[in-house]
């Protein structure tokens, strides 16, 4: 229970799961999609404000289907509302860029239709591999005038 932890073990935890979350940011960016979806677990549910992806299958077949557009994540705001030994949930927001076609440099005008603050509802689970997300629920905040 959370009680049983030390503070240093709980901030331990916090830890690596805000370095998961900045994995997720980097994988999702970089289009390296095995990485992306070894960060949740086999069972894992992932509600992308929209597409419902559950288990690594879904996620693979859903995360193939994105359009060839470069993004960028900002994740921030990380709170933790129940740290244990093996499990922990929290929110973290994400500030998130849409462009289309790849960055090879050069700056890209961003997709002004696409932008949006999200808030990350997340359930995370110690495995033997280390932390990963068994739940990612993404809630949109804010979103452009024009949403799809």
Known sequence: MAADLAPEARMLIEHQ?????????????????????????????FDRAGPVHRGHAELREGMAQRPPITTRHLMTNFWFDRVE??????????????????????????ATTHGRMVEMHD??????????????????????????
């Open 17 to 45: 799961c805000i370095q998961l979350n900045y994995a997720f940011a980097r994988y999702i960016d970089n289009a390296q999609l095995e990485d992306l979806i070894d960060l949740f677990t086999e069972d894992c549910v």
């Open 123 to 148: 359930e995370y689970r110690r495995t033997p591999a280390g932390w990963k997300f068994a739940k990612r629920i993404a809630s949109p905040v804010f979103v452009p005038a024009v949403w799809p």
């Open 85 to 110: 030994s093996d499990i922990a949930t929290g929110v973290a927001v994400a500030l998130t860029f849409h462009a289309h076609g790849p960055f090879e440099g050069t700056p890209l005008v961003y």
